[in-house]
């Protein structure tokens, strides 16, 4: 049960993460080529990307522990990796997320400190760009767009 849950939940928060990456990323890119101040909307365009890859990691955590194949797959890593989809999920999709995450707190903060806005619109333009490139490749996407819903 709690498996069947957080699989539902953690893909629906896949599509949060995506529109948070997507709405941040609008907002750094037209105020940073555009040449506009920083306003509190950037700020809160960076905390829900935060804030929604930090619920995505913890159920990505829960997953981790919960999911069957990747149980098995810590048990016998060797094992694991001559099966393409484990292999996918514990030497790309993890790894990746968890940079993809580091990536943006370490943006957000790097844009928190910067003094003039355009720094802080091009500090948050290419981190989140960064991000979100590696959050895309890491995602499993051959796997239905909505798993446990459809």
Not at 8 to 24: D, G, M, S, T, Y
Not at 36 to 63: H, K, Y
Not at 88 to 110: E, N
Request: glycine share 8%.
């Amino acid at each position: 049960m709690l498996y069947t849950v957080t699989v539902i939940a953690h893909n629906i928060f896949r599509w949060l993460v995506l529109l948070a990456a997507v709405w941040a990323l609008w907002r750094a890119y037209r105020c940073w080529l555009g040449k506009r101040g920083w306003e509190d909307a950037d700020a809160q365009a960076g905390f829900m990307l935060s804030l929604s890859l930090d619920i995505q990691a913890l159920l990505g955590v829960i997953l981790a522990f919960a999911s069957p194949p990747v149980r098995v797959g810590f048990v016998n890593l060797a094992g694991a990796m001559q099966t393409p989809e484990i292999r996918f999920l514990l030497a790309q999709h993890m790894p990746l997320m968890l940079i993809g995450l580091v990536v943006v707190h370490i943006t957000g903060a790097r844009a928190k400190k910067a003094g003039e806005d355009r720094v802080k619109h091009r500090w948050t333009a290419l981190g989140y760009t960064l991000a979100l490139l590696m959050i895309l490749v890491a995602i499993p996407w051959w796997r239905p767009l909505l798993r446990g819903i459809l």
